[in-house]
């Protein structure tokens, strides 16, 4: 009876860590390691300043590219930022409070001392906020929404075999036990 009784609590341990461990990233709160990718997506420019004029719309839309990493001393920076597959700017800094997400981007090629923020809101694999370009001098000015998603690399079959077949070791030395 007392050995039923084990097996049963270490079931629903084994069950309670499972479920620890599949849903915990969706209940947490963001870091900076989880911005780590390749991020791919949309800005629709939807106001356009030369100075401070406005322009006048319609915008297309802007394909853009994050490439997201630890900070690299040496460069300076988190990443790189592509607009329209042209390299644009840099990351210089990242900042995460739960959810929220802002990213400073800076553009030192030639731009005269442009940066962009892109503030957001980070839901699992998506960030859905705004890119606003904003130049030191009397440049053009870009604003506008952006949609971005994470590139997820898989995990390859291999490792669920391998998990798979530790929980059926497990399960086998419980028989043995008995």
């Keep these: 009876m007392k050995q039923r009784k084990r097996t049963k609590h270490i079931e629903i341990f084994m069950v309670f860590a499972a479920c620890m461990i599949l849903f915990n990233p969706l209940c947490s709160a963001a870091v900076v390691s989880d911005l780590f990718g390749t991020w791919n997506g949309t800005w629709n420019v939807d106001e356009k300043f030369n100075g401070l004029t406005p322009l006048s719309p319609p915008f297309a839309p802007a394909t853009v590219q994050l490439n997201i990493g630890a900070f690299d001393p040496i460069a300076g920076n988190y990443g790189t930022v592509f607009v329209e597959s042209a390299l644009s700017g840099v990351i210089s800094a990242i900042s995460v409070t739960g959810n929220d997400v802002q990213l400073s981007i800076d553009y030192p090629a030639a731009n005269f001392e ?62 043995r036990r008995r």
Excluded: C
Excluded at 115 to 124: D, E, Q
Excluded at 158 to 167: H, P
């Design 114 to 175: 442009t940066s962009g923020t892109i503030i957001g809101i980070l839901s699992g694999n998506n960030i859905l906020g705004d890119f606003d370009e904003v130049p030191a001098a009397r440049w053009i000015t870009w604003k506008g929404p952006i949609d971005i998603t994470k590139t997820v690399v898989p995990i390859p079959g291999a490792a669920w075999l391998f998990i798979s077949s530790l929980l059926g070791l497990v399960s086998v030395s419980k028989v």
